[in-house]
């Protein structure tokens, strides 16, 4: 047993850190189907992996990085259309929000973001020493654009947070209403696109150039399929991104998942084809669950639907659990009590899951 950690060593860590919890994925269990984060239910063909891994063998294990991985954001730029100096990579876009907070949250500061919002974004803002303003959803759980511009306008906060569409909701934002929001804000606006390619339309990059307050975060978790490597990125104007880079460790992004991203850029008919998938089984997904009656479904934007049932959606989590099927409880936020949150896998997956659900409903 080792010594106990006294409370006059614990009394100096920040009270912004011992305030907080550490971020862990609840319910997780091991099942066959896995439907709880929003992940893609491809993994990269295995010849492809196995060329990749090959190749990669040459590459020395012993030697740093880039400190910046100058490839992949020129690749990234080049996708985008936007100018040199434009992206910035990182260990995930989880990582990159800490980089938010290190350069625009001072002490007080208030940060306004629509609820409910992915849960990283509040906790990034109350280590920092932020304090969130959220702004609650419309009852159908659509962004109160309104709202945000009044708290906007009475907050003058330096930082306002969308994301678009919305992780837990499934629901975009008009772009119209994200330009509103960008045009009415004295500071910056973040705006999230990590489902951006299941919805596609008119992306916050487009603003960018035109208005310098507009940061957008990207993921290639999703669409991609590169959870398990961590790489995410931000577009911004280039001298922005340069203040930025002044609050960054060097060597976020290693060789390897460089490598790997930079082969799946090129290979986009291979992502494009996944997506169109991803799509169709959402739509037959939300269609399903729309038909049994029991259920309060929302329309979804994006590869994974939220849905409510009249249960206690711990229950409803673990039977569904027992069946083989993994899904996530968002009852956590205070506006999606009884909600639970399901992602569209495979065409096999998502009728796992359904037959798990009618065997749960019809118990
Ligand atoms: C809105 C949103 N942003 C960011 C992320 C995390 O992305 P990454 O895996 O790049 O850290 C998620 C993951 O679920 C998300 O839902």
Sequence with gaps: ?????????LSLI?????????????????VPV?????ESPFDIPSELKKELLDSFLNVQFNRYPAEQPSQLMAALESNLGVEHGSVLVGNGSNELTYTLGMCFIHSGDPVVVPRPMFALYESMINL?????????????????????????????PPLVI????????????????????????????????????????????????????????????????????????????PALITEMMKSRLPFMVDRLSEHVALSLLSNDQLIA???EIILSNTRSLTAELQSRLALDVLPSQTNFVLFKADRDPVQFLNDLADRGTLVRNMGGYPELKGYLRVTSGTEA???????????VLLS
């Design 1 to 9: 047993m080792s010594k106990p950690l006294p409370e006059s060593l």
């Design 14 to 30: 920040r009270t912004e850190v011992r305030s907080q919890h550490p971020y862990i994925v609840p319910g997780a269990r091991p």
């Design 34 to 38: 896995k439907l709880n984060q929003n």
């Design 128 to 156: 920092h020493g932020g304090q969130p303003i959220g702004i609650a959803p419309k009852a159908d759980l659509q962004f109160d654009v309104e709202g945000i511009l009044s708290a906007i306008k009475t907050h003058q």
């Design 162 to 237: 969308i994301t678009t569409p919305n992780n837990p909701t499934g629901l975009a934002m008009q772009f119209d209403d994200v330009k509103r929001i960008v045009e009415a804000a004295p500071g910056f606006v973040v705006v999230d696109e990590a489902y951006h390619e299941f919805n596609p339309g008119e992306s916050a990059v487009g603003l960018i150039s035109t208005h310098p307050n507009v940061i957008v975060l990207r993921t290639l978790s999703k669409a991609f399929g590169l959870a398990g490597l961590r790489l995410g990125y931000m577009v911004a104007q």
């Design 273 to 275: 084809d996944q997506i």
């Design 349 to 359: 997956e998502n009728q796992a899951f359904l037959n798990a659900l009618d065997s």
